[in-house]
């Protein structure tokens, strides 16, 4: 009995509308089309007339509120800000090393001290990292980028100066907090492109960025400078 009913169904379904309801458009057709599926997927599977009837009513299980909900959206978790502190020295460093190399070249120095920071051969803290004696040429004694170093402010009022270090400071603080891509490719070492120092025959992983070269590692019985 519910077969007969079933396919008297499906035949209704699938009648030609009239032309009568030109409302009856192209939407409708789709949607009989669908319902006429069904139908016939209820008839192979042996549906009951019941669970046919809460199909296509959407009640019982077939209900919106009983269907299952979309897992909700994964919660990014959001990074502390950088100290202000270490975001000055780290800017000041990659300022005084390489202003004239532009955003790219003071990137891949901060990236340069950011990686060795909590190694044992460079540092625990990135301040250990960057006064570490004879490491970044800006802070040794009698460099004349020191003074740069040590009060950047004082000389970038203006000019190129004061933008170069706007963008250090912009620079800095995305490395620290994560948010930047390292060009250098996880290097520990860089030298200008301008001289050659005893180290660089046994630097591995040589790229070169501007005018500086970086090296992923040094051969462990040097302990050269930046």
């Not at 019941?50 to 299980?61: E, K, M, R, T, V």
């Not at 040590?150 to 800095?172: C, D, F, I, M």
């Not at 891509?181 to 200008?192: C, E, N, Q, S, V």
């Amino acid at each position: 009995m519910q077969l007969i009913g079933l396919k008297r169904l499906a035949a209704l379904i699938r009648r030609k509308p009239t032309k009568t309801k030109q409302a009856d458009n192209r939407f409708g057709s789709v949607a009989r089309s669908h319902l006429a599926s069904f139908t016939w997927l209820a008839l192979i599977c042996g549906m009951g007339a019941n669970a046919y009837a809460q199909a296509i009513s959407f009640d019982g299980p077939f209900a919106p509120e009983n269907l299952p909900l979309a897992a909700p959206a994964p919660m990014v978790a959001q990074l502390p800000p950088a100290p202000e502190a270490d975001v000055h020295l780290l800017a000041a460093t990659a300022w005084a090393e390489a202003r004239s190399e532009g955003e790219l070249g003071m990137r891949a120095v901060a990236h340069v001290v950011v990686n060795r920071v909590g190694s044992p051969r460079f540092g625990e803290s990135l301040e250990d990292v960057v006064l570490h004696p004879r490491q970044f040429s800006s802070w040794n004694l009698g460099d004349p980028n020191r003074p740069l170093a040590l009060h950047p402010e004082r000389y970038a009022k203006s000019g190129v100066n004061l933008v170069t270090w706007q963008k250090a400071q912009q620079v800095a603080r995305e490395v620290l907090e994560h948010r930047s891509i390292d060009p250098t490719r996880g290097a520990l070492f860089y030298h200008a492109r301008n001289i050659r120092p005893y180290w660089a025959s046994a630097g591995v992983g040589r790229h070169v960025i501007g005018n500086h070269v970086f090296y992923a590692d040094v051969a462990p019985r040097h302990t050269p400078a930046a």
